[in-house]
């Protein structure tokens, strides 16, 4: 069963940091490109970060780049988002999943505030 269990989440103030982890079971990870998302209250869940499935190759949503860092373990079977400079635009609940992926995780709410 394919299951993903996001962490790191929290309130921050704006211009902070947060590292959130990813831990995935059920399927190969090492085998697929995975994803970070997030869905903030009223609105869609979006893409805001890629990384290859040999973690060599990234891709960034304009409103992320140069802020957000994804990278991944495949010892671990874990997915991280660094995220730097933070601002009260990118408070959502962020869900990680596999390319093409349909089963989601709870999440974890970021909340960026003063």
């Known amino acids: 069963q394919v299951q993903f269990v996001e962490s790191g989440g929290g309130l921050v103030q704006p211009g902070g940091s947060l590292r959130l982890s990813c831990v995935a079971s059920?399927?190969?990870?090492?085998?697929?490109?995975m994803n970070w998302y997030r869905q903030a209250p009223g609105k869609e869940r979006e893409l805001v970060a890629s990384?290859?499935?040999?973690?060599?190759?990234?891709n960034y949503d304009d409103s992320v780049k140069d802020r957000f860092t994804i990278s991944r373990d495949n010892a671990k079977n874990t997915v991280y988002l660094q995220m730097n400079s933070l601002k009260p635009e990118d408070t959502a609940v962020y869900y990680c999943?596999?390319?093409?992926?349909?089963?989601w995780g709870q999440g974890t709410q970021v909340t960026v505030s003063s």
């Open positions: 990384i290859s499935f040999s973690g060599r190759i990234t």
């Open positions: 059920g399927f190969r990870f090492s085998a697929y490109h």
């Open positions: 999943n596999k390319a093409g992926g349909t089963n």
